[in-house]
C-alpha cells in the first residue's frame, strides 16, 4: 500500500538553530496517526512544512507518490492538506459561514458570492460534525471548541485527505475533547489520514493506530500503538540522559516564604496548595497550557483569584495588587521578555533600575550615578557580556536580555523570586550561568518558584517538583523522587509507572 | 442570538426589514431624517432648491472620498493622503485642459483619476510591500503630495475662466433633480457595495482586517489586496479632485488641505470599524451625509461656528462609544452563553456517571 504522505528525512534550519534535523513521517489513508514529542521536539515546524508555511531546507516530501509543492499555504490546501493549528484563526467579524469559506466562496454564474449556498452548505457540514452552530452567527465570542469544529468545517470543504490537528484537546473540557475525538474518527472512516499531535497519552492510545515519536527535531521512532504503551513512548519522547550541567547547590530549607491555600480560578486553575521555604528551589512543571503560567500571576496579583489563599512570610498577601507583592518581596520574571519584561529600547541602566527607582531618588530625583553603580554591580555578578551599560537591550543576545531582566528583579532583594521559563530561547552556556546564578542565589536564603517546560532542568535544578495538568497539582515529588517517567506521566495524565 | 442589537425587535418585523432596523447603519439614517426635517421647519429655506442642491454637492465630495476610504479601513489601514491627493489631481487636471475653452469633460476625469491611482499605489507600495504602518505612510505621504502640489502650482491659481465649460457646467447642474456630482459619487457607492458585498476579493478586504494573520494562512494575497485597497482610495480621492475642481471653478494650493479627518470621521460615524473588519460602503456615505448635512444645518440654524465643530467631534466620539458599548455587550452576551454551555455539558457529564455507575 503506498502512503498517502511520505515525509522523509526532512531539515529545516532557523538562523543557527536546526528546528527539524531528519524528520520523517510516513501517513496512509484511513488512519489516525499520533505525532508526539516534548515542547521543542519540531512537531510544529514539521507540520508547518505541511501546511505550507515553511519550505524544508533539505529532504523529501511526497503526496500520492508525488513530489509536494512546498510553501505556499493556498497550494498546500490544493493538494489536499489541511492544518488545523492550537489557536484556531478564525476571522472574528465575519460569519461562520464565510469562515469556512473564505476564498473559495461558492458564486453565481456573474461571480458574485452565493450567500444562501454558502449558508447552506455551512449547515451541512455542521450537520456532518453533529454540531448546532449558527451559520449566519460571527466567529466573534465563539468558544474555542465550536472555533475548531468550525476549521473542521472549513478542512472538510476543501475536500482535504489529510487533515492535522495541533493539539486540537489542549484547550477542552472533557465533553468537547470527547465530541472532537468523535469527529477524528468520522474523518478516519471517511478515508482521511488524521494526524493527531497531542500530549494527552491516554486520548493517544485509546483514539490513534499509529504514532510517530519525535525529539531534538528528528523523528526517533514509529510504531503500531497496539505494539507499544504509554512509558515506552514516554522514553523514546524523552530519551537523553540528564547532565550535571545544572549544578543546585546543597541547602537546608529554612522558614516558610510562600505559602499557597486551596487558591482556585475557576475553570483556570483549581485547589492549588503548596509551600516554598528559603533557600528552596521549587519546579513547576507540566505542559504548555497546564495552568502554570496563570497560578503565578495570581499569586503574585496580576489575575484576581476566585478562593483560597496567599501567605508570604506567615502574613497573607491581598489578592490582585501586584505593588503589595512587590512591596514584600516577591519578584515576578515573567515568560515573554520582550513584551513584559524590558523596554528594549532602554539601555541596561534605565532597565536594571528600573523598579528601584525609589531607593535611588532623593527628593523624587533619581540619582544617575547611584542608578549607574547598581546597574554595574548586577552587570559584574551575573556576568553580563555587553558593550557598555548604555547599549539599548534590544541589542543583546536572548540570554543577555535574561540576564537583565534577572537582574532588574534580584536588585529589589526579593525573598521570593517567581521565575517564568527562565531559560526559553537562550544557548546552552548562558543557560548553565542562569542556572548558577539560581543556584547561587537560593543558596543565600532566597526562595525561588520557577515554571519550566525542559525537564533536564527542572530534575537538575529543584529540591522540589510540583506537576500540574488541566489545572490541578497532580504530583508533588522531591528531588530524589523526581524522575523524567514520572514527570512526564504526572503531566499527561498516566499515574502508573511501568 | 443574533448578533445585532435590535434584532429582537426587528425579527418581529419580518427578516429582512428586521435586518435593516437591527443594522448599524439604521441609527445614522434616522439621525440624518431627524436633523433633515428639524431644521426645514425651523428654517424653510434650507431645503430650498439651491439648498438641497448646495447640500448635494458639497456631500458628493467627501463621500466620494469616505467610500474610498471604507476600503482602506476594514483592511485595518488608513489613509489620510486623501486631502492631498485631491489637491493635486484638481490641480494636475485642471492644468492639462487649461485655457481650452472647448476641452473635454473626459480628460479631466479620466487625468483626475489616473493621479489619484497613482497616488494610491504609492500609499499601497509602501504600506503593502514594505509593511510600514499606514498611519505614518500615509501622513508622510499628505505632506510629500501636498509639496509636489505646491511646486507644480508655484503659487497661482486656476480659475473658471480658464477651464473648459463643460467642467464648469458639470459642477453647476444636475439630472433628475441631482447634482451630476452626486451622481458621480451615488454610482461610485452602488459599485464599491457591491464590489464589497458580493466579490470574493472584497471579502478577502474585510478578512484581512479580521485577522491578518490568519488571512495569510487561508492564502489571500495580502499584499495585493492592499494595493487594491490603497489603489481604490487614491482613484476616490482623484476622482473628488475633479469634483472639486467643477464645484469651485478652479483649484489653487490649498485645495483638498484637512480633508482627511472629516472623510475618516464620516466613515467611522456610518459604522464602519477604525480597527478593521466591518462597515459598508452605504454606511460610510450615510455618515458622510449626517456630518455635511449637520454642518449646513447649524449654520442654517445660526449656531456659531465654533460650536459647529464640537458638535461634529462629539457625534464622533458618541458613534465610537455606541459601536464600543455594543461590542462589550456582545461580549459579555458570548461569554455568559459560554459558561453556560460548560455547565451544561458538565451536568450531562456527571449525569452520564451516575448511569453508568
Keep these: ?498 | 442570538m443574533k448578533h445585532v442589537p435590535g434584532a429582537m425587535f426587528g425579527a418581529t418585523l419580518g427578516t429582512a426589514v428586521g435586518k435593516a432596523v437591527g443594522s448599524r447603519e439604521a441609527p445614522v439614517a434616522g439621525a440624518l431624517v431627524v436633523v433633515l426635517v428639524v431644521t426645514s421647519v425651523v428654517n424653510p429655506r434650507f431645503l430650498s432648491d439651491q439648498g438641497r442642491f448646495d447640500l448635494m454637492v458639497a456631500i458628493a465630495i467627501t463621500g466620494l472620498m469616505a467610500i474610498g476610504q471604507t476600503f482602506v479601513l476594514v483592511m485595518r489601514h488608513v489613509d489620510l493622503s486623501v486631502g492631498s491627493v485631491l489637491g493635486l489631481s484638481a490641480f494636475i487636471s485642471a492644468s492639462a485642459v487649461k485655457g481650452q475653452p472647448d476641452g473635454s469633460l473626459l480628460t479631466v476625469l479620466i487625468l483626475g483619476l489616473a493621479v489619484g491611482l497613482a497616488a494610491g499605489l504609492v500609499n499601497g507600495l509602501l504600506v503593502a510591500a514594505l509593511g510600514l504602518p499606514a498611519l505614518v505612510v500615509t501622513l508622510g505621504t499628505l505632506y510629500v503630495f501636498q509639496g509636489v502640489q505646491a511646486l507644480l502650482t508655484g503659487g497661482t491659481r486656476i480659475n473658471a475662466d480658464q477651464l473648459p465649460t463643460s467642467v464648469v457646467r458639470f459642477g453647476v447642474s444636475g439630472g433628475l433633480g441631482i447634482p451630476w456630482l452626486m451622481w458621480v459619487c451615488l454610482a461610485a457607492a452602488l459599485v464599491g457595495a457591491v464590489f464589497l458585498r458580493t466579490r470574493r476579493t472584497g471579502r478577502d478586504l474585510y478578512a484581512v482586517g479580521s485577522n491578518p494573520p490568519a488571512a495569510r494562512l487561508v492564502g489571500i494575497p495580502v499584499v495585493r489586496r492592499t494595493l487594491l485597497a490603497y489603489a481604490v482610495s487614491g482613484a476616490a480621492a482623484g476622482l473628488a479632485g475633479v469634483l472639486f475642481l467643477a464645484r469651485f471653478g478652479g483649484v489653487d494650493s490649498n485645495a483638498g488641505l484637512g480633508y482627511e479627518l472629516p472623510v475618516v470621521a464620516a466613515c467611522v460615524v456610518g459604522g464602519v470599524n477604525i480597527l478593521g473588519g466591518s462597515g459598508t460602503v452605504a454606511g460610510a456615505l450615510l455618515g458622510a451625509m449626517l456630518l455635511k448635512t449637520m454642518g449646513v444645518s447649524l449654520s442654517a440654524l445660526s449656531v456659531p461656528e465654533f460650536w459647529q465643530q464640537a458638535i461634529n467631534g462629539l457625534l464622533l466620539i458618541i458613534a465610537i462609544t455606541a459601536d464600543r458599548f455594543v461590542f462589550l455587550h456582545r461580549a459579555r452576551i458570548a461569554r455568559e452563553e459560554a459558561i453556560r454551555l460548560r455547565r451544561a455539558i458538565r451536568l450531562a457529564a456527571e449525569r452520564e456517571l451516575e448511569v453508568s455507575r
Design chain 1, 1 to 498: 500500500m503506498t502512503p498517502l504522505v511520505d515525509v522523509r528525512d526532512v531539515a529545516k534550519a532557523f538562523g543557527g538553530v536546526h528546528a527539524l534535523r531528519d524528520a520523517s513521517l510516513t501517513l496512509f489513508a484511513g488512519e489516525i496517526h499520533a505525532l508526539l514529542g516534548e515542547n521543542g521536539a519540531g512537531k510544529s515546524t514539521l507540520l508547518k512544512a505541511l501546511a505550507g508555511v515553511h519550505r524544508t531546507d533539505a529532504g523529501e516530501i511526497d503526496i500520492d507518490g508525488a513530489p509536494f509543492e512546498q510553501g505556499s499555504t493556498r497550494r498546500s490546501l490544493e493538494q489536499g492538506v489541511a492544518v488545523i493549528y492550537q489557536e484556531p484563526s478564525l476571522f472574528p467579524d465575519l460569519s461562520l459561514a464565510e469562515n469556512v469559506f473564505i476564498g473559495r466562496q461558492p458564486v453565481t454564474g456573474r461571480g458574485s458570492v452565493d450567500w444562501a449556498a454558502m449558508r447552506r452548505n455551512a449547515k451541512a457540514l455542521f450537520t456532518q460534525l453533529g454540531v448546532d452552530l449558527d451559520p449566519d452567527r460571527r466567529a466573534q465570542g465563539l468558544s474555542i471548541a465550536d472555533q475548531q469544529i468550525v476549521e473542521i468545517a472549513k478542512a472538510l470543504s476543501t475536500s482535504a485527505r489529510v487533515i492535522v490537528m495541533d493539539e486540537p484537546t489542549a484547550a477542552l473540557s472533557a465533553a468537547e475533547a470527547g465530541r472532537l475525538l468523535d469527529v477524528a474518527r468520522r474523518l478516519r472512516d471517511g478515508g482521511a489520514a488524521v494526524v493527531f499531535v497531542s500530549h494527552r497519552l491516554d486520548e493517544v492510545f485509546s483514539l490513534c493506530d499509529r504514532l510517530t515519536v519525535m525529539r531534538d527535531g528528528s523523528t526517533v521512532a514509529s510504531a503500531l500503538v497496539a505494539d507499544t504503551t504509554p512509558s515506552q513512548v514516554v522514553r523514546w519522547m524523552v530519551g537523553r540522559e540528564l547532565t550535571d550541567l545544572f549544578p543546585k547547590l546543597e541547602t537546608t530549607p529554612g522558614d516558610v516564604v510562600l505559602r499557597v491555600e486551596g487558591l482556585t480560578s475557576h475553570g483556570v486553575f483549581d485547589d492549588i496548595s503548596f509551600e516554598v521555604h528559603a533557600g528552596e528551589i521549587v519546579a513547576l512543571a507540566g505542559l504548555v497550557g497546564s495552568g502554570r503560567s496563570e497560578v503565578v500571576r495570581a499569586i503574585f496579583g496580576i489575575d484576581r483569584y476566585d478562593d483560597g489563599r496567599v501567605e508570604v512570610l506567615g502574613k497573607p498577601l491581598p489578592p490582585a495588587d501586584p505593588r503589595a507583592a512587590l512591596a514584600r518581596g516577591v519578584a515576578l520574571v515573567p515568560e515573554d521578555r520582550r513584551q513584559q519584561g524590558l523596554f528594549m529600547p532602554a539601555s541596561i541602566v534605565r532597565n536594571t533600575s528600573m523598579v528601584v527607582l525609589g531607593g535611588l531618588s532623593r527628593f523624587g530625583i533619581v540619582g544617575r550615578g547611584r542608578e549607574r553603580s547598581v546597574a554595574a554591580e548586577w552587570a559584574q555578578r551575573l556576568r553580563l557580556r555587553h558593550g557598555g551599560l548604555d547599549e539599548p537591550v534590544e541589542r543583546l543576545s536572548g540570554g543577555n536580555q535574561q540576564k537583565v531582566v534577572l537582574s532588574k528583579w534580584l536588585a529589589t532583594n526579593p525573598r521570593l523570586l517567581v521565575v517564568d521559563e527562565p531559560t526559553r530561547g537562550i544557548d546552552v552556556a548562558t543557560k548553565a550561568e542562569v542556572h548558577r546564578l539560581l543556584s547561587e542565589q537560593a543558596g543565600k536564603g532566597l526562595a525561588v518558584l520557577m515554571i519550566s517546560s525542559e525537564l533536564p532542568e527542572v530534575l537538575g535544578m529543584a529540591d522540589c517538583v510540583l506537576v500540574m495538568r488541566e489545572g490541578r497539582l497532580t504530583a508533588t515529588l522531591t528531588r530524589s523522587e523526581a524522575t523524567q517517567e514520572r514527570v512526564m506521566l504526572a503531566a499527561t495524565g498516566q499515574v502508573s509507572v511501568a
